[in-house]
């Protein structure tokens, strides 16, 4: 899916040294959770369509594009409070939960540039911070069914 992106972040996007660099938000959903944690790599909190982002330090890794391969991002959310660890603690690796990464300009907070959504897999808490990898499930190279009859599998059959 291809966004609109606006002239203040292709401008960004082309100059080696731009007065202002596009932000990721991340949306951490769970189903155990009222609402979604959210979170600004930035040293000052943003309010976007409503919602607060609390600033912390992570590393997003957008996917890569290979062939033959899933396309996978990584996220390490650092564990300075410790409320991430907990949550994934408590929801025993964070199964099920799913983030949203979103890229906004600090000028235009409520014009989304880029939005991506990914399952977060393989959590390990730390003191330090909150590892994982993010991905989606390869449902295009599963079998349709469990089972297939094939002259070696079902002789009978044939």
Do not use: C
């Not at 390990?124 to 349709?144: M, P, R, S």
């Amino acid at each position: 899916m291809s966004t609109r992106k606006s002239s203040r972040y292709r401008r960004a996007a082309q100059q080696l040294a731009p007065a202002e660099r596009p932000l990721v938000l991340l949306e951490l959903a769970h189903a155990l959770l009222p609402e979604p944690m959210r979170f600004v790599n930035d040293n000052q909190d943003v309010v976007s369509r409503t919602h607060l982002y609390v600033a912390t330090t992570f590393e997003f890794t957008w996917p890569d594009d290979q062939e033959g391969r899933t396309p996978a991002a990584a996220l390490s959310i650092g564990n300075v409070s410790g409320g991430v660890g907990v949550f994934f603690e408590r929801t025993h690796g964070g199964r099920g939960a799913v983030i949203t990464a979103l890229q906004i300009m600090r000028s235009a907070p409520d014009f989304i540039e880029d939005e991506l959504t990914l399952d977060l897999r393989n959590v390990e808490v730390t003191t330090k911070a909150v590892t994982g990898q993010l991905g989606y499930d390869d449902i295009l190279n599963k079998a349709a069914v469990a089972y297939t009859y094939r002259p070696e599998t079902a002789p009978g059959l044939f």
